[in-house]
T-cell receptor, first 115, second 113 residues
Framework: RKEVEQDPGPFNVPEGATVAFNCTYS??????FFWYRQDCRKEPKLLMS???SGNEDGRFTAQLNRASQYISLLIRDSKLSDSATYLC????????????????FGAGTRLAVHP | GAGVSQTPSNKVTEKGKYVELRCDPI?????LYWYRQSLGQGPEFLIY????????DSGLPNDRFFAVRPEGSVSTLKIQRTERGDSAVYLC???????????FGPGTRLLVL
């Protein structure tokens, strides 16, 4: 089983639609959670952090459920510019690593927003 | 300011050859990471440097892969006896400290023929 699993996608939606991505993680020791965005042939960039209390940034809302080990991302009023791959990421440290935290990425979900 | 830079941006080599991939982190960042991203997959951790030392190399797939960071800044990922399965995008990231946000470079696309 992969450590981070995401919806396979692709999601093809019209402009203005609301779209939701889901992600589950297997390591209960995971400490921090993120969504990264990756455009075609570009590097991943941090979109937002995810907290149990929920985190909203404009049209984007992220939510964490630690009990279910489940992370979600909601995009409202989709724009053409939202077309990208969205990567679910968890971070966990090791006891002997001096506080270092390793990023574990999901395979990503591709979103295509069309006019 | 300048972000993470990687050279070359593309590298085509033949099976069995040796390659070196270079990463220039953001100035002052002490933590440096290498990842490998295969087509249709997310980045996969390879190695982490804190300063000059490799604090975690558990992601290196085998002994053909090696990385150095001799002065605590620029890092080089070295791959010996390349195989077709090594073809991927090799991403470098750096952060101000191990707990802070990692910023990624544009990657090196390696193609082994």
């Amino acid at each position: 089983r992969k450590e981070v699993e995401q919806d396979p996608g692709p999601f093809n939606v019209p402009e203005g639609a609301t779209v939701a991505f889901n992600c589950t993680y297997s390591n209960s020791a995971s400490q921090s959670f993120f969504w990264y965005r990756q455009d075609c042939r570009k590097e991943p960039k941090l979109l937002m952090s995810v907290y149990s209390s929920g985190n909203e940034d404009g049209r984007f809302t992220a939510q964490l459920n630690r009990a279910s080990q489940y992370i979600s991302l909601l995009i409202r009023d989709s724009k053409l510019s939202d077309s990208a791959t969205y990567l679910c990421v968890v971070k966990w440290g090791t006891a002997f690593s001096g506080g270092y935290n390793k990023l574990i990425f999901g395979a990503g979900t591709r979103l295509a927003v069309h006019p | 300011g300048a972000g993470v830079s990687q050279t070359p941006s593309n590298k085509v080599t033949e099976k069995g050859k040796y390659v070196e991939l270079r990463c220039d982190p953001i100035s002052g960042h002490t933590a440096l990471y290498w990842y490998r991203q295969s087509l249709g997959q997310g980045p996969e951790f390879l190695i982490y440097f804190q300063g000059t030392g490799a604090a975690d190399d558990s992601g290196l797939p085998n002994d053909r892969f090696f990385a150095v960071r001799p002065e605590g800044s620029v890092s080089t990922l070295k791959i010996q006896r390349t195989e077709r399965g090594d073809s991927a995008v090799y991403l470098c990231a750096s952060s101000d400290s191990p707990q802070e946000t990692q910023y990624f470079g544009p990657g090196t696309r390696l193609l082994v023929l």
